[in-house]
């Protein structure tokens, strides 16, 4: 155990304790203390039946929105909350009844007892506020208010009131932070003795172990730092960063062992026993995470426990949507004769952007690295998108930074599999996927699933040769494909020549001239093209900034581009841009009021302070006032209801997808 001062926070210190998985522990007195405590539960629920050996626990995405008018008019999915959340869901699911027969959770447990049902995934609209109910089902226990206002705020502290939580599990990426700190401050009133467990973008930006575990590194704008130097009152108990799928099942494992057998609140005291007890005793399973448990007093010391498991295979884990309604509706998906938007799953076979962008907090720089689907890649993907079909999705779209991370053999293979099961008769198919088309409507949703990718101006047009990108967006289209999303951050070469994604730069071939013809051959399939713009990057100017909207409506009027997203460049805690432009110890994610007015609403993520110094408040209002000009309806504008769905494409992984954003690689 190593006893030192917060690394990066600089700005006061706190005392931190790093516990390693193989530091000692009583093995012996913490099984037979499992033991004992199981045989107690066992007797107290024969002498009492109607007693449940089940604790409630509520799972929040913490919005980033604050009112209507910059309102994302259609979310996507919380995959970031759902897939945290799939390892611990699916265990306690299957650990749900006799007391006995329970394997991981074989003590008290979270109220994780039923997936929805079939008939219940059906019903469901998308609206992200659950009807809690009594004996809800997984996807109940999520609340996902999509907007902080008033009216949120309102129906948490009913939810709380009615729920009595003992855990609270909240997901935040940056601009969402205030908002979840001021949810775990209601949470505090409301249910004091409530566990309340931080996680998501944010988390995984600011906070981690250095290498080797002997050290914690904190920036200044994480959670840690701020409670530590008074900002913000301590709301937060815990904290899971990194790969967290494997550490929220081992820490609500931990919680649950640390509840006290009569009123069924958590002994905070015991949550780090039992969490030793618990790695010591299975060991750490795959991936990279790290676990911080708060101080539980004044001059108290934090404790954190760094989990470097071996490499994870994303194939291996349950699916995210396997606890959770499908609630997305995206109309760059529509209907043939309806001409409805339909219900779409959100799908990422890889974690990370392999380009390594100064501004974006997708690079596999930023995190820990690139996972992929890995052991039968193309197999595990085409039984998870029918296991989605089987859900209710009438189109997928992959939220990886790049489609199959770029690699056109994947991409190959994948669509000819896909293009292959979709026309297949359902009886001669492999048994993994009969097991999820039960039904005429379940084929008939197969045969016309449609969805869409991301993919790279540079990927189309100069990683590989022009019939190369040909073939593969003729495969892409068989399969079903209909939808192709690129970033093209900017059209003035004085931009994109610091920009890594630009990688093979020619004097005869500005960057302008490989975006058209990029557009051109997506077209040239019949597909639908999505695009987002950055301002804000090195270099930019008003010049630069009027180059960028002058070219991009030219693309727009010649019809290469149907959707177009402007986005302001803004700083995330984690990306080499924040520190660069002298933003790391600048960043204020903490406050719980901020001046969220005109013309920031009009952007994701935008906020006074926080975004790009390059441009004044008169170039961001220049922005919005052009871009509705010269793009026109193809601006996917959330500020009026004229396509502002426009992709609900390109949205950060595990987040909500709205408009494509600076966090793109």
């Not at 009131?161 to 209601?186: D, F, G, K």
Request: some cysteine.
């Amino acid at each position: 155990m190593v006893t030192h001062v917060i690394e990066e926070a600089e700005s006061g210190s706190d005392r931190t304790v790093m516990h390693g998985v193989g530091d000692p522990v009583d093995a012996e007195s913490f099984l037979e203390r499992c033991r004992r405590r199981r045989a107690r539960l066992a007797d107290d629920l024969g002498a009492a039946p109607n007693r449940t050996r089940y604790f409630p626990v509520l799972a929040v995405l913490a919005p980033v929105m604050t009112q209507a008018e910059g309102e994302i008019t259609y979310p996507g999915d919380p995959m970031a909350l759902y897939a945290a959340l799939s390892v611990a869901v699916h265990r306690a699911v299957h650990d749900a009844g006799p007391l006995e027969d329970a394997t991981h959770y074989n003590d008290l447990a979270p109220e994780w007892t039923a997936f929805p049902s079939k008939a219940y995934r059906a019903s469901v609209g998308h609206d992200g506020v659950r009807p809690y109910g009594a004996a809800p089902n997984t996807d109940q226990m999520v609340f996902d208010p999509r907007v902080w206002d008033e009216a949120a705020r309102d129906a948490w502290i009913r939810l709380l009131r009615e729920v009595r939580p003992r855990v609270v599990l909240i997901s935040a990426v940056s601009p969402a932070h205030r908002y979840a700190l001021e949810i775990a401050a209601l949470v505090r009133r409301e249910v004091p003795g409530a566990y309340v467990v931080l996680g998501g973008r944010h988390a995984d930006e600011t906070l981690a172990a250095a290498p080797g575990g002997s050290r914690l590194l904190v920036k200044p704008s994480g959670t840690p730092a701020v409670i530590q130097e008074g900002k913000v009152p301590p709301v937060i108990d815990a904290i899971v960063a990194g790969e967290a799928y494997h550490a929220v099942d081992v820490l609500m494992r931990a919680l649950a062992l640390a509840m006290d057998l009569g009123d069924r609140w958590i002994d905070r005291a015991r949550v780090l026993p039992c969490l030793q007890g618990l790695l010591h005793q299975e060991g750490v399973k795959p991936g990279k995470a790290l676990v911080f448990l708060s101080p539980q007093g004044a001059g108290e010391p934090s404790h954190a426990v760094p989990l470097d498991g071996p490499a994870l295979d994303l194939a291996s884990l349950p699916s995210p949507y396997e606890a959770f309604a499908i609630r997305s509706y995206f109309p760059i998906f529509e209907g043939p004769e309806s001409g409805d938007p339909l219900r779409t799953a959100h799908f990422m076979v890889s974690s990370a952007c392999p380009y390594r962008c100064n501004f974006c907090s997708e690079s596999a720089r930023v995190g820990h690295g690139l996972r992929r689907f890995r052991d039968d890649a193309i197999g595990k993907a085409i039984e998870r998108i029918c296991e989605y079909v089987s859900y209710g999705a009438e189109a997928v779209f992959f939220d990886d930074s790049v489609f199959w991370s770029g690699r056109y053999k994947d991409m190959t293979e994948f669509c000819r599999e896909l293009g292959r099961i979709k026309e297949a008769d359902p009886a001669t198919l492999d048994p993994r996927l009969r097991a999820h088309l039960v039904g005429e409507e379940d084929t008939e949703r197969l045969r016309n699933l449609q969805w869409g990718a991301q993919l790279t101006v540079d990927t189309l047009v100069a990683l590989h040769s022009a019939e190369e990108s040909d073939d593969v967006l003729r495969l892409m289209r068989n399969a079903g494909c209909s939808y192709v999303y690129i970033g093209i951050e900017s059209m003035s070469s004085q931009v994109m020549d610091g920009i890594h994604k630009n990688l093979r730069r020619e004097v005869d071939r500005p960057w302008a001239a490989k975006v058209r013809d990029a557009t051109e051959l997506v077209k040239k399939h019949g597909l639908r093209v999505g695009t987002s713009v950055l301002f804000g990057l090195d270099g930019e100017t008003r010049s630069s900034i009027d180059e960028t909207i002058h070219e991009v409506g030219r693309l727009i009027d010649d019809g290469l581009i149907d959707l177009a997203s402007p986005n302001i460049l803004t700083y995330h805690p984690a990306t080499p841009v924040t520190r660069q432009h002298g933003m790391h110890e600048r960043l204020d994610y903490h406050s719980p009021r901020v001046d969220n007015r005109k013309p920031y609403i009009y952007f994701e993520e935008a906020f006074p302070g926080v975004v790009s110094v390059l441009l004044t408040e008169d170039d961001i209002w220049h922005i919005h006032n052009e871009t509705r000009i010269h793009w026109g309806r193809a601006r996917n504008d959330t500020s009026v209801d004229t396509g502002a769905a426009a992709g609900a494409a390109g949205a950060a992984p595990g987040e909500h997808a709205g408009v494509p954003g600076d966090v793109h690689g």
